[in-house]
């Protein structure tokens, strides 16, 4: 069964720090893009960040370009999203997708067929 897991989501304060984990399941991520998304409610999913298939090549979006990290280790078929300097604005359920269609690079517009669960990250004092 292919599958996608999300983890790492929480409580955390305004400035703080969490990691998130994208762990696959069923097939090897090696063969995939790897994008992680947002979707805060009554507003519209956000692409976040992505990263290539060897990991050479990542992208984030404007509002998190600076705080935010992406990762992989392909040997323990994880991707991971350090977050940094939260605000409460980054509060949202985080998603994970894999992208089988790009080949070189990565893009937050790619052609992401499996996707995890979420978790929630909540920025609050």
């Known amino acids: 069964q292919v599958q996608l897991v999300e983890s790492g989501g929480g409580l955390v304060q305004p400035g703080g720090s969490l990691r998130l984990s994208c762990a696959a399941s069923?097939?090897?991520?090696?063969?995939?893009?790897i994008g992680w998304f947002r979707q805060a409610p009554g507003k519209e999913r956000e692409g976040v960040s992505c990263?290539?298939?060897?990991?050479?090549?990542?992208g984030y979006a404007d509002t998190v370009k600076g705080r935010f990290t992406i990762s992989r280790d392909n040997a323990k078929n994880t991707v991971y999203l350090q977050l940094n300097s939260l605000k409460p604005e980054d509060t949202a359920v985080y998603f994970c997708?894999?992208?089988?269609?790009?080949?070189?690079?990565?893009?937050?517009?790619?052609?992401?067929?499996?996707w995890g669960q979420g978790t929630q990250v909540t920025v609050s004092s």
């Open positions: 069923g097939f090897t991520l090696d063969y995939y893009a």
């Open positions: 990263i290539s298939r060897n990991g050479r090549s990542t």
């Open positions: 997708a894999a992208d089988g269609g790009t080949y070189y690079g990565c893009s937050l517009r790619g052609h992401f067929g499996s």
